[in-house]
């Protein structure tokens, strides 16, 4: 086995197998930890709702809790019609808690504790229009994941990959030629 990866180690060439794999990995968790019930945000971009999918066929839509948390500045009908469409796809019980007052209490509190800057920023199918999205947690405008994180998803999927297989970080950074240092 080449410990060298490839954008090729990333295709998926049995999903059911896979998705077979989640479920499984899902359901026993919930055994084994002797929960009823899942609980997930459901922001409407891909991740959850691909989370949202695997849930619910793991241990049934009755048992997954979809929580929508939208906040005034970041608010997205759009991005609310998709998360309410998959839990209805999928008969995931779904809540909207919109958390505009949860935080401006919080922005008050910590501006009153002389915070300057609100460490709080703010809070938050069609299958094309959900795939298309850019990764994002949705706490302020214009976030994009990769950008958090500083390393787009291919550059993370090699990463991981070599680490699942217990590569150094310096062999999989100089293997991979991923322009990071190890």
Known sequence: ?????????????????????????????????????????????LDSSVTAALCAQAIGGKYVIGVHMPERETRDENNLHD???????FRIRFELVDITDLVMAASRTLSGMGWKRSPVPYGNVKPKRVYSKPASPGLWPGQTAEEELGLEYEKLDMILWGLERWMTPADIARGERLGIDG
């Open 1 to 45: 086995m080449s410990l060298r990866t490839s954008p090729s180690h990333f295709l998926i060439s049995e999903p059911a197998e896979t998705i077979g794999r989640i479920r499984r990995f899902l359901k026993n968790q919930r055994d084994r930890t002797g929960t009823t019930n899942f609980v997930l945000g459901m922001s409407g971009g």
């Open 83 to 89: 998360a309410k469409n998959v839990a209805e796809k």
